[in-house]
């Protein structure tokens, strides 16, 4: 009997991790997600963690109950992610811990506690958010961009430590789109990134699935 792919999602309370949500439900899919609050969404194919990714106790508690509940973990998404624009000078070492145990840590935590399941199949597919931020060295963003750069380079050599398991990892980086993530951001700092872009628009959620869908095939 044929079952439906079980999809793990971090961040979607809110902007792309809550589209992505309602996308793989719409497709079929098995969703389970988290937040630091509760969901608004209600599927019976879906069902809401509320922990935060930072906490490695409770990420390995939530992914372990997925795991044993559904018997298979096949996609993790982890879009979980904070941001915060100061000048270096300006930035409290509290506000680097909170960028640091997010957007990094919680990454790392939800990577490794999945992948351990996924060994057991032979089988998984990763996708983790990085920033457009990285590339264009963006003034005030710092300690953000460095956040992303250090999911970049863990993913570059987690792919290799888990390609021998049928698990692959890949990295997203999507251009501005318009959710809370850069509400607080001035209007005219998104138009001159948007303008130093290959292509010159905002992103979409329809972007980022595009890009997803050919990370996860088999």
């Known amino acids: 009997m044929r079952r439906e792919p079980v999809v793990v999602i971090t961040g979607t309370s809110r902007g792309i991790g809550n589209f992505l949500v309602k996308y793989f439900i719409e497709k079929g899919y098995i969703v389970t997600g988290c937040s630091r609050s ?12 509320t922990v935060d990714v930072s906490d490695e106790k409770r990420v390995g508690q939530m992914v372990s109950g997925i795991y044993n509940r559904f018997k298979r973990i096949d ?7 904070v941001a915060s624009m100061n000048h270096s000078l300006l930035t409290p070492g509290a506000t680097v811990d909170k960028l640091f145990d997010i957007n990094f840590k919680g990454m790392f935590y939800v990577c490794r506690e999945c992948a351990k399941y996924m060994k057991i199949r032979n089988y998984g597919r990763i996708v983790n958010f990085s920033s457009v931020a990285v590339p264009m060295n963006i003034e005030g963003e710092s300690i953000y961009a460095s ?19 049928g698990i692959t990892c890949n990295v997203i980086a999507p251009s501005p789109i318009e959710t809370s993530l850069i509400a607080g951001v001035p209007k005219e700092k998104i138009e001159k990134i948007i303008q130093n872009l290959a ?16 990370f996860i095939k088999k």
């Open 38 to 49: 509760t969901s608004t969404i209600h599927s019976k194919l879906y069902s809401h963690y």
């Open 199 to 214: 292509i010159k628009r905002y992103g979409t959620f329809k972007d980022i699935t595009n890009v997803i869908e050919f």
């Open 75 to 81: 996609v993790a998404i982890t879009n979980a992610g």
């Open 147 to 165: 956040s992303k750069s250090a999911v970049v380079s863990f993913s570059k050599i987690f792919a290799k430590e888990v390609a021998p398991f």
